[in-house]
Nanobody, 119 residues
């Protein structure tokens, strides 16, 4: 079982920056993939950025060039630096880990963290 605790959300003005952090209860060095999804009002949950245990990253097109995902294996955390935020990026942001067991991949989700981009 993996527990994830998120922090760093809040209210920011358009064009501002926020940094989200997600702390894992287990060693993340061997975890297949960690990432961030978001769910805006009335929308489905969609991926924002992911990072694999190899260090490879993927970003939603809308996030490329503005968001950076990193992992700190020593602290068992995954972070998302978000710059130049837009009002349409107001959403609940969820941390996710994908653990590769012999029986298959299992997803674990954080509790969600509200990010509001508004003047």
């Amino acid at each position: 079982q993996v527990q994830l605790v998120e922090s760093g959300g809040g209210l920011v003005q358009p064009g501002g920056s926020l940094r989200l952090s997600c702390a894992s209860s287990v060693d993340i060095k061997s975890i297949y993939q960690l990432g961030w999804y978001r769910q805006g009002p009335g929308n489905v949950r969609r991926p924002v950025a992911t990072i694999r245990n190899t260090g490879g990253t993927d970003y939603a097109k809308s996030a490329e060039g503005r968001f950076t995902i990193t992992r700190d294996n020593a602290k068992n955390t995954v972070n998302l630096q978000m710059n130049s935020l837009k009002p349409e990026e107001t959403a609940v942001y969820f941390c996710i880990t994908k653990v590769n067991y012999t029986s298959g991949i299992k997803n674990y989700w954080g509790q969600g963290n509200q990010v509001t981009v508004s003047s």
